[in-house]
């Protein structure tokens, strides 16, 4: 089969590789399309723990084409996806049913290979079934599944006027999720572009535009947009310096949610007076673990709209030409297509 395979940090080929061999308990996937994501970009510069050599690609749909001996009622020709995070099950955090934090949590795509290549082999514990589903729409199961764990983590109180900074993909997803739950009213703040333009579209009832060299601008729009602050800030860019403008942009009792992916030598200033006088409370949510049910149940209802967040198509063989659109941030998100699909 073919296959993005790296065998060191920035050094990838397009490659014949060895079709995966199942086990008993795991199904084989042709893969049809696997969603790019910032991740990946990390995974290229080898941050967050990849294992070498590796395929990547955590956001892949496909169609069963193999089924193990005791892999469950799976048929081939089912159209799935599969959640790519598996915890270890033994660890401190595993047995407090606290599965996200394991100590030795292992990604398809990150330390086990993902879907840039024609098939990869998973866990039929893993693997959902996307009938509904275009694949453009199915390779975002797991972005809106870590939105979903977003949500959850920021509890948002009904009633609730919120300020999300970013418009990328899983953003304009969170922005939907809150428009469903709990915010009354949202406003979106981000460069002004086609991300921006399509979260007014999608979700946001008033979208500011951010010039981050002249930052008084969008921070006078927020303030006669709401003058005593938001009651939840989510800080979606993944820059460390709109961490300390979230902070900054909060109602006295109020929320942060820090979403963005930063680099994780990244800090910013808060002010602990601020935080104690003000009552502020400052949350982060990371990835998810057990949320694919809840993402396909907004998905397939068409409460989540996605079909316009994927804007760039990708042959599989053209990884690097996927990862200059990605630097130069061309488009909102991209999709590898292997060979046949
Ligand atoms: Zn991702
Ligand atoms: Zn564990």
Redesign the pocket.
């Known amino acids: 089969m073919k296959a993005i395979l790296y065998d060191a940090p920035r050094s990838f080929s397009y490659r014949d590789m060895p079709e995966p061999t199942i086990d008993d308990d795991e199904v084989l996937i042709r893969v049809r399309a696997c969603?790019v994501?910032?991740?990946?970009l990390h995974i290229h510069e080898g941050e967050f723990g990849p294992r070498f050599p590796l395929v990547p690609g955590?956001?892949f749909a496909g169609e069963i084409a193999a089924v193990g001996a005791r892999a469950g009622t799976w048929r081939t020709g089912d159209r799935v996806v599969a959640n790519?995070n598996r915890a270890c099950g033994h660890c401190f955090f595993c047995r407090r049913g606290e599965a996200l934090h394991c100590e030795t949590l292992k990604a398809y795509g990150i330390q086990m290979d993902g879907g840039f290549a024609e098939y990869l082999k998973v866990k039929a514990a893993d693997v959902f079934p996307v009938s509904g589903l275009s694949w453009r729409e199915a390779i975002m199961v797991?972005?809106t599944a870590?939105a979903v764990h977003g949500m959850d983590i920021l509890a948002v109180r009904p009633g609730s006027d919120v300020l999300m900074f970013g418009a990328g993909p899983?953003g304009q997803v969170l922005a939907q999720l809150l428009k469903h739950n709990g915010a009354t009213r949202l406003t979106v703040a981000a460069p002004a572009g086609p991300k921006l333009d399509l979260a007014a579209r999608l979700s946001a009832d008033r979208v500011v535009a951010v010039d981050r060299n002249d930052p008084e601008l969008h921070r006078k729009a927020l303030r006669d947009i709401s003058p005593n602050g938001f009651d939840y800030v989510v800080e979606a860019t993944g820059a460390a310096a709109m961490c300390a403008e979230a902070v900054h942009q909060v109602r006295r009792g109020g929320t942060v949610l820090i979403y963005g992916v930063y680099p994780e030598p990244a800090t910013f200033p808060v002010n602990p007076f601020d935080v104690f006088r003000n009552e502020i409370t400052i949350k982060g949510s990371f990835a998810q673990i057990h949320d694919f049910g809840r993402s396909l149940a907004y998905l397939e209802s068409g409460q989540v709209k996605v079909g316009e967040i994927v804007t760039d198509d990708f042959e599989l063989k053209d990884w690097g030409a996927a990862l200059d659109n990605a630097w130069a941030r061309r488009g909102i998100k991209s999709v590898m297509i292997p060979p046949g699909s």
């Open positions: 969603g994501c910032g991740t990946d955590h956001e790519c797991e972005p870590c899983t």
